[in-house]
């Protein structure tokens, strides 16, 4: 079945550095790939995705991208602010059913 | 916005009680899921339901059942609770095939005594 790895788990950036956060994933056939930011005592927000007919995709300081050849995806932070500080969750959509795998988690904490 | 509640933030149980989870959304969405979240585990998928009264089992099912009467409200159930179970559970739900995006609840955080 597919496994989803996540790297690095802990990460501290200074405020204003961009931060990187990557996951590879088994399965070559899953198709949609989300980014998830849990913030302390809250549940999981999708923050972006990607689908595998796309290579990277943009919103505002975050983007994503993927390498369908090498099986990896990576989340892109840019001008990191303090309130960026959470858990991120990356996660892989085998074709054909209902379920996400989840990376074990990336703490990232933005230094002022 | 889409919007899923959970009953409760908190919850202390004694080993062996049974315990209800509830989670209900209000998009009238068809898909339903039950994770639980551990330090170093991630997410893992304990139960989905992907219409009423209709369930799968997810990767870690044993000691878990759940139930699905109505579309918008999807119970887990820990029939005899260990310690072990003791952990957040979050509930997420998905509009139906044509979308992939999950929405989660705020989880509630169990510990078994």
């Known amino acids: 079945g597919e496994n989803v790895e996540q790297h690095p788990s802990t990460l501290s950036v200074q405020e204003g550095d961009s931060a990187v956060i990557k996951c590879t994933y088994s399965?070559?056939?899953?198709?949609?790939f989300p980014w998830y930011k849990q913030e302390l005592g809250k549940g999981p927000q999708l923050i972006i995705d990607?689908?595998?007919?796309?290579g990277e995709k943009k919103d505002q300081r975050i983007a994503v991208t993927l390498n369908k050849t090498a099986k990896h995806f990576s989340l892109h932070i840019t001008e990191t602010q303090p309130e960026d500080s959470a858990v991120y969750f990356c996660?892989?959509?085998?074709?054909?059913?209902?379920?996400?795998?989840f990376g074990t988690g990336t703490r990232l904490k933005v230094l002022a | 916005d889409v919007k899923v509640t959970q009953s409760s933030r908190y919850l202390v149980k004694r080993t062996g009680e049974k315990v209800f989870l509830e989670c209900v959304q209000d998009?009238?969405?068809?898909?339903m899921f039950w994770y639980r979240q551990d330090p170093g585990l991630g997410l893992r998928l304990i139960y989905f339901?992907?219409?009423?009264?209709?369930?799968e089992k997810g990767d870690i099912p044993e000691g878990y059942s759940v139930s699905r009467e109505k579309k918008e409200r999807f119970s887990l159930i820990l029939e005899s609770a260990s310690t072990n179970q003791t952990s957040m559970y979050l509930c997420?739900?998905?509009?139906?095939?044509?979308?992939?995006?999950?929405?989660f609840g705020p989880g509630t955080r169990l510990t078994v005594t």
């Open positions: 997420a739900s998905r509009a139906g095939t044509a979308s992939y995006e999950q929405y």
């Open positions: 399965d070559s056939a899953s198709n949609y």
């Open positions: 990607i689908r595998s007919n796309v």
């Open positions: 996660a892989a959509n085998p074709p054909g059913t209902y379920k996400y795998i």
């Open positions: 998009m009238d969405h068809e898909n």
């Open positions: 339901s992907y219409d009423v009264k209709m369930k």
